[in-house]
T-cell receptor, first 112, second 115 residues
């Protein structure tokens, strides 16, 4: 069965600090990988996704993620966070059947 | 601007009552997901459908929950009887095509409180 693990439950950063959120998945077959963001009181929105090709994926709002197949990881990064990045971030994995499973989420708080 | 529409947005009900949540997927999308979000469990996949057929509902408590797609424009999630532990935000999401990599789009959620 596929599963997703996000290492950090809550991350607190100051503005302009660099961000890296960890995500590891467990699944033996071909996967597609996603990061979603949920701003307070809102629904989930797609930040970026990886299907194939270049393992370094760039998304919206300056976010990027790197797929490292040997480590089953898909970590999210941003060089310089802003207060408006305060949100909850979810890593997700879908298998070839389209079943999309989410990690527990990481709450990011950015202090102005 | 195409979007997934969920109703009701907020629902407060008494324990034992039936609750029905509805979802209108984006027109043309043939895959529909139901998720439940709680502080303790995060986002749990309850069920998902493709071309109106249930593909996986293993995450759904079968004794009280049921999910259906009466037609391509409507998905329902029903809880009968409801219990306080069902209090959560229920999200519907839809996607297009057979490709598991296709992006899915979320509705704004149905916030359920069972007292």
């Amino acid at each position: 069965a596929q599963s997703v693990s996000q290492h950090n439950h809550h991350v607190i950063l100051s503005e302009a600090a660099s961000l890296e959120l960890g995500c590891n998945y467990s699944y033996g077959g071909t996967v597609n990988l996603f990061w979603y963001v949920q701003y307070p009181g809102q629904h989930l929105q797609l930040l970026l996704k990886y299907f194939s090709g270049d393992p370094l994926v760039k998304g919206i709002k300056g976010f990027e993620a790197e797929f490292i197949k040997s480590k089953f990881s898909f970590n999210l990064r941003k060089p310089s966070v802003q207060w408006s990045d305060t949100a909850e971030y979810f890593c997700a994995v879908s298998n070839q059947g389209g079943k999309l499973i989410f990690g527990q989420g990481t709450e990011l708080s950015v202090k102005p | 601007d195409a979007r997934v529409t969920q109703t009701p947005r907020h629902k407060v009900t008494e324990m034992g009552q039936e609750v029905t949540m509805r979802c209108q997927p984006i027109l043309g999308h043939n895959t529909v997901f139901w998720y439940r979000q709680t502080m303790m469990q995060g986002l749990e996949l309850l069920a998902y459908f493709r071309n109106r057929a249930p593909l996986d509902d293993s995450g759904m408590p079968k004794d009280r929950f049921s999910a259906e797609m009466p037609d391509a424009t409507l998905a329902t999630l029903k809880i009968q009887p409801s219990e306080p532990r069902d209090s959560a935000v229920y999200f519907c999401a839809s996607g297009q095509g057979e490709d598991s990599g296709n992006t899915i789009y979320f509705g704004e959620g149905s916030w359920l409180t069972v007292v």
